[in-house]
């Protein structure tokens, strides 16, 4: 089931047309060229840590993960800490994000697979990733990316709402626009790609009002209404000013 969004599903219907191969590469280097070296936003210092953030971050920002994380590595930094410290002990950490009496079920068994199955190591395997708890393909691509430097393409609802909106890769589930993505995106661009769409769908490409007046990539957008979109700024700059004169 896609994430919930109205924008995406006007894309996903057809209302967008899919962007032509040589305005994705434009686009994704317009991106590329207005933040060159992207990084992800979730604070960790290994692949556990990357691993149990991404966890905690389901439903939830990444700014409220990293605002409970730092005690939570400090008391557990690594698999057998972690599981040491058990379910009721990562639940005091992460209490004030959502979903957390699950995510420190799942935090906790997660651990104790690592250590059981793995030697206390993260697997550089989608299907070893897959069968931990609470990780599904979406944090497993974010994983592989950013880990082990993969070119994988996690979608989340920025992503999805995105390769809708601008054209990129309609799709009605967030495995299409995956496999489109990966299918569109120049090989040599691709890893990095996941955070600059992630970042512009998050600060520029907005849920409910597209900031399209700095969108470095506007240009190449397909999203029909980024006209529209792209004047309101400048006219409610244009109003505020005349109002204080």
């Known amino acids: 089931m896609p994430p919930?969004?109205?924008?995406?599903?006007?894309?996903?219907?057809?209302?967008?047309?899919?962007?032509?191969?040589?305005?994705?590469?434009?686009?994704?280097?317009?991106?590329?060229?207005?933040?060159?070296?992207?990084?992800?936003?979730?604070?960790?210092?290994?692949?556990?840590?990357?691993l149990v953030a991404v966890v905690l971050s389901a439903q939830t920002t990444d700014a409220a993960v990293n605002r409970c994380t730092p005690t939570l590595f400090a008391a557990a930094p690594d698999p057998a800490a972690m599981a040491a410290l058990g379910e009721e002990g990562i639940a005091r950490h992460i209490?004030?994000?959502g979903l957390w009496q699950a995510k420190a079920r799942n935090v906790a068994a997660l651990s104790r697979q690592l250590l059981e199955r793995h030697g206390g190591q993260v697997p550089r395997d989608r299907e070893a990733l897959e069968a931990l708890p609470g990780v599904g393909r979406k944090t497993a691509n974010v994983v592989l990316n950013v880990a082990f430097g993969?070119?994988?393409?996690a979608v989340d609802?920025?992503?999805?709402?995105?390769?809708?909106?601008?054209?990129?890769?309609?799709?009605?589930?967030?495995?299409?626009?995956?496999?489109?993505?990966?299918?569109?995106?120049?090989?040599?661009?691709?890893?990095?790609?996941?955070?600059?769409?992630?970042?512009?769908?998050?600060?520029?490409?907005?849920?409910?009002?597209?900031?399209?007046?700095?969108?470095v990539a506007a240009e190449f957008c397909n999203y029909p209404d980024k006209a529209t979109a792209a004047r309101i700024q400048p006219e409610r700059r244009a109003r505020s000013q005349a109002s204080s004169a």
């Open 150 to 153: 993969e070119s994988t393409m």
């Open 95 to 97: 209490r004030s994000i």
């Open 157 to 215: 609802t920025h992503i999805f709402r995105l390769g809708n909106r601008t054209g990129l890769a309609p799709g009605r589930t967030p495995r299409e626009v995956e496999d489109a993505l990966v299918q569109r995106i120049p090989p040599e661009l691709l890893r990095d790609a996941h955070h600059w769409l992630i970042l512009h769908g998050r600060y520029v490409c907005k849920a409910r009002a597209p900031e399209c007046w700095r969108c």
């Open 4 to 50: 919930k969004s109205a924008s995406p599903a006007k894309g996903a219907t057809g209302r967008t047309k899919r962007m032509p191969p040589d305005r994705v590469a434009a686009f994704i280097r317009a991106l590329a060229q207005a933040n060159p070296a992207p990084q992800t936003e979730l604070e960790f210092r290994d692949p556990f840590t990357l």
